[in-house]
């Protein structure tokens, strides 16, 4: 799967405006939050925010900011996961649930050292990545995967039980995964 193709998936996702009144990113189009938006210098009504415009976004805050171009250099099935996880729950929410998880896969230490999980892809989750996958092969991928929405999952369980307008954005996320 290529870039755009991964992105395709998400803006098709994603796609549309949106400003519901239970959702604490407010203003949203293309998965892009009015205040991702601002920040990127993005003035206008959220209405109005192009396809176009929500590519650049999405592929400077969900891809090469996060580095997560570099995972998709060891798998792509794994780059989009996170890519999709960090739209909707941050990109440094996705690097950390990818550095807890290589943590408890490293066979005790003997793949590859601990590392830090703090939510900052480097060199040493790119190492220790394709380490997992070198010893893991193909069936480390599909755990990793099962791995990164379980925890993905119990995120949304986590919020939901804390605020209570977030269960339907929780009801939909488990309607789409899966099994």
Do not use: C
Request: charged residues 20%; without cysteine.
């Amino acid at each position: 799967m290529t870039r755009q193709e991964i992105f395709d998936g998400i803006l098709g996702k994603e796609g549309g405006y949106v400003n519901n009144p239970n959702d604490k990113g407010g203003p949203t189009n293309w998965g892009i939050t009015q205040a991702v938006a601002r920040a990127h210098g993005y003035t206008g009504d959220m209405r109005n925010l192009t396809r176009e415009k929500a590519l650049i976004i999405l592929e400077a805050d969900y891809w090469y900011g996060p580095r997560f171009d570099q995972v998709a250099a060891l798998s792509e099935s794994i780059a989009t996961e996170l890519t999709d996880t960090g739209v909707n729950m941050g990109p440094a929410m996705a690097a950390k649930f990818l550095q807890r998880s290589l943590n408890v896969f490293n066979n005790q230490g003997k793949l590859y050292p601990d590392i830090t999980a703090d939510g900052q892809i480097g060199p040493r989750t790119i190492a220790a990545l394709n380490a997992f996958l070198s010893g893991r092969k193909q069936a480390g991928e599909t755990v990793m995967l099962k791995a990164l929405n379980s925890l993905q999952g119990a995120r949304y369980i986590e919020l939901s039980e804390t605020r209570a307008a977030n269960e339907e954005f929780t009801y939909g996320w488990f309607e789409r995964v899966t099994v």
